[in-house]
C-alpha cells in the first residue's frame, strides 16, 4: 500500500522559531508537493520538488524553504515561524507524467502561538 | 490567477438526494488532466477520479459521475442519491503539460443530513 507519512499530526510552535515539517514517501516517485490548507482557499501550492535537490516555487512560496536531499523526503522549513503561518500542511507526491495522481500525508496542522 | 474555480463552498443535502459539484479550469494548454478528490473528516485526501482533456465521454462508477465538457472548461461531479458518508471536502485539481505541479480549486464542503 502507497504511503506518504508526515512526521507531526499537530505541532504548536512558538512566533520566531524556526520549524521542520518533514515528509517521507515510499513509492519511489520524483515529484513532491507541499500544500498549505485554510478555509475558504482550499489547497495552495507552497512548493513542490521535481528531483533530488530540486525545487520550484508555488503560489505562496514567501516565508518558507524546502529541502530535498534524498528522493523519497522532502521537508518544509519555516524559517521564523508567525502567527499568520497557522494551518494545515499537506504532503503529496506523485510519479512523474501529466496523468497521474497524487498521493497525500494525513496532514500536519500547526498552531503559531 | 486561480486555475481551477469551484464556486460551491458549502452544500447541505438531506440523503437520498442527488447532488451535482461545479468546477472550471482554466488552461491554454491542449493536453492536461482533471482530477476530483475526496478529503474526509479524517482529512487525508483520496484519489477519485483522472479525465484527459481528449476524452469528454462521461464516466459512472456506481453512485458517482462524472461530466467533462471543453467548450465550457467544466467537469462537473453528481453523485446521486446521496449518503450520509459522501459528507466530505471535494476538490476539483488540474495538471498541464508544461507543469510538473498539481492546482487545486478551494474546494466544495458537502453535508449530507440524515
Known amino acids: 500500500d502507497v504511503k506518504v507519512t508526515q512526521s507531526s499530526r499537530y505541532l504548536v510552535k512558538r512566533t520566531g522559531e524556526k520549524v521542520f515539517l518533514e515528509c517521507v514517501q515510499d513509492?519511489?516517485?520524483?515529484?513532491m508537493f507541499w500544500y498549505r490548507q485554510d478555509p475558504g482557499l482550499g489547497l495552495r501550492l507552497i512548493y513542490f520538488?521535481?528531483?533530488?535537490?530540486?525545487?520550484e516555487k508555488g503560489d505562496i512560496p514567501e516565508g518558507y524553504s524546502v529541502s530535498r536531499e534524498k528522493k523519497e523526503r522532502f521537508s518544509l522549513i519555516l524559517e521564523s515561524a508567525s502567527t499568520n503561518q497557522t494551518s494545515m500542511y499537506l504532503c503529496a507526491s506523485r510519479k512523474g507524467g501529466l496523468s497521474t495522481e497524487a498521493f497525500f500525508g494525513q496532514g500536519t496542522r500547526l498552531t503559531v502561538v | 490567477a486561480q486555475k481551477v474555480t469551484q464556486a460551491q463552498t458549502e452544500i447541505s443535502v438531506v440523503e437520498k438526494e442527488d447532488v451535482t459539484l461545479d468546477c472550471v479550469y482554466e488552461?491554454?494548454?491542449?493536453?492536461?488532466?482533471l482530477f476530483w478528490y475526496k478529503q474526509p473528516p479524517s482529512g487525508e485526501l483520496v484519489f477519485l477520479i483522472r479525465r484527459n482533456s481528449f476524452d469528454e465521454q462521461n464516466e459512472i462508477s456506481g453512485r458517482y459521475s462524472w461530466n467533462f465538457q471543453k467548450s465550457t472548461s467544466s467537469f462537473n461531479f453528481t453523485i446521486t442519491a446521496s449518503q450520509v458518508v459522501d459528507s466530505a471536502v471535494y476538490f476539483c485539481?488540474?495538471?498541464?503539460?508544461?507543469?510538473?505541479?498539481?492546482?487545486f480549486g478551494a474546494g466544495t464542503r458537502l453535508t449530507v443530513k440524515p
Open positions: 520538488s521535481y528531483d533530488v535537490k530540486m525545487k
Open positions: 513509492m519511489d516517485h520524483e515529484n
Open positions: 485539481a488540474l495538471s498541464e503539460s508544461n507543469n510538473n505541479d498539481m492546482r
Open positions: 488552461t491554454r494548454d491542449t493536453t492536461y488532466y
